[in-house]
């Protein structure tokens, strides 16, 4: 993903791993909370939430 902000919703649970890069996340407009590489992500269904990406980020989604 390039640097950047993208807002996504879930319909499904998703697991997120960052690999590498820098980037922040709020969930439904709330406190942005900082993740680096190796971090993990765990969203619910049903939410929308943004993606701030400091850097270029590449990560890897897993859909439940």
Partial sequence: MKKGTYEFNTSTPEKIIIVSGTASLSVNGENQTK???????????NIKFEIVCDTDLAYICYYE
Avoid: F, N, P, S
């Fill in 35 to 45: 993740y680096v590489a190796q971090e993990t992500i765990l969203l619910e269904a």
